[in-house]
């Protein structure tokens, strides 16, 4: 979608940049499409919501008949908070972790979720804590890939999950502590293409469909999530057909084995909010280093916004399309596009949002050179954007900003201030 600069503009006049702009109309037409992948009986989607948290997105999903995906106590508390119903009949919240940490595993048993352990233990910590109710099991099937190999959630190499090796051995655990498997879940993550995730899926549902009859007290299995998000084809066409049918065949098929109507969830985040959400920035100053023996010279477009806010690039090196406009007019700039680079105000080299590759080297981007005053957007940011942003350098989260269908604009949060950050400070004895 073309993004309203004028919108853009009158928002920075009025609480300055760098700010999240989200997008209603993007957030309900990917709730659309997954609706729609998940239409057939006894089909449900759930939202990662890790992916982003914040209130008004949490309520769309409620509004929609989304089911959520918590990875933490506050995370479920932010669900409750938003209108998602506790108990696990339904399981609304379901809570899904290799570690219970903080206030984990008093939310899961105060409010009745459904808890998916992803490490055997947890049974025991579960039985210890005096929880009766039913437990889903987080699998790691051996097999899977994410966007990038930091992000692999399936194989030797991931922490997530209990080994499938295991789980014969987890289930007598459970069984023997009183606790019924009520779910099978994996997260094999998707890999960038859409044919790797349709094999991977297809491959996790076979192992669910034969561990299915072992499993008596099953009502549902988790495909996860994992539908990716095109970000250097931004307008690219998701296949969302083919996705229907998937579904539809697994929890047929799967239902089939286990000789009854079973439920077959999924778990998406970011196809739910990627393209959603810009980060608006402004140009500050663009200055240049020239070609020495050490390397190619570079211009730097120097923008507000740093890996503080947007943290993917600098940790994935994660592509984010780039637009410049002119400060004044909200117009994109014309002049012939060079090689630039856009660095944020962090003190740390790594604060480039244009970076890749193996070793994640610069990666100047062909852009109009901007001025300094004029705004460069950084695109589809709202999957893991707001969510992974940090107060490093005490600078404070930016703001947050709704823009609804017909134009209206809501500050859902606000920019965080220093007696935020201090608030937190004590000098308690202990
Ligand atoms: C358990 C689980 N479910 C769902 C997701 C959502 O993945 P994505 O945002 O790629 O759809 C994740 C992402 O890390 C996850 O760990």
């Not at 094999?188 to 561990?211: C, M, V, W, Y």
């Not at 057909?241 to 286990?258: D, K």
């Amino acid at each position: 979608m073309k993004l309203n600069t004028s919108i853009i503009r009158s928002i920075g006049a009025k609480i300055g940049t760098p700010f999240w702009l989200y997008e209603a109309a993007v957030i309900r037409q990917r709730i659309a499409d997954i609706q729609f992948m998940t239409s057939a009986p006894n089909v449900q989607a759930r939202f990662a919501m890790k992916a982003c948290p914040a209130t008004k997105v949490l309520r769309e999903m409620a509004a929609s008949g989304i089911w959520i995906d918590a990875v933490s106590g506050n995370e479920a508390l932010r669900a409750l908070h938003a209108g998602h119903a506790a108990g696990n009949n339904p399981p609304v919240v379901c809570f899904t972790a290799d570690v219970f940490r903080d206030n984990a595993l008093d939310v899961v048993l105060s409010n009745g979720l459904l808890p998916n352990i992803g490490s055997p233990g947890m049974i025991q910590q579960l039985k210890a804590a005096g929880y009766t109710g039913p437990v889903s099991l987080r699998v790691n099937p051996g097999f899977g890939h994410g966007h990038v190999n930091t992000c692999d959630t399936g194989g030797p190499s991931s922490k997530h999950g209990i080994w499938h090796g295991d789980l014969m051995a987890t289930r007598a655990d459970a069984l023997a502590a009183g606790l019924k498997i009520v779910m099978l879940h994996a997260h094999i993550g998707s890999g960038p293409k859409h044919q790797e995730l349709h094999d991977n899926l297809t491959r996790l549902a076979l192992e669910f469909r034969e561990l299915a009859p072992s499993f008596p007290d099953l009502q549902a299995v988790s495909l996860g999530g994992g539908i990716p998000h095109n970000y250097r084809e931004r307008d690219a066409q998701i296949p969302v057909e083919p996705l229907r049918e998937l579904f539809t065949t697994c929890q047929q098929r799967i239902s089939a084995a286990a000789k009854r109507e079973l439920r077959l969830e999924i778990e998406p985040g970011r196809y739910y909010v990627a393209p959603a959400c810009t980060l608006v920035t402004t140009v500050h100053d663009v200055k240049k280093t020239t070609t020495n023996e050490k390397g190619a010279g570079a211009t730097f477009a120097m923008v507000d916004a740093g890996f503080v806010d947007l943290v993917r690039p600098a940790m994935y090196g994660s592509y984010h399309q780039i637009e410049v406009f002119d400060g004044a007019t909200g117009e994109p700039l014309h002049t012939e596009p060079e090689p630039i680079v856009v660095a944020g105000p962090l003190c740390e080299s790594g604060d480039v949002f244009t970076r890749g590759g193996a070793d994640e080297e610069l990666q100047p981007r062909m852009l109009a050179r901007p001025k300094v005053g004029e705004i460069v957007a950084l695109r589809d940011a709202g999957a893991y954007g707001y969510a992974m942003s940090s107060n490093y350098n005490s600078i404070g989260r930016a703001p947050q900003v709704w823009v609804e269908e017909d134009g209206s604009c809501e500050l859902i949060s606000r920019r965080e201030t220093l007696e935020d950050i201090l608030k937190a400070e004590t000098s308690e004895r202990l």
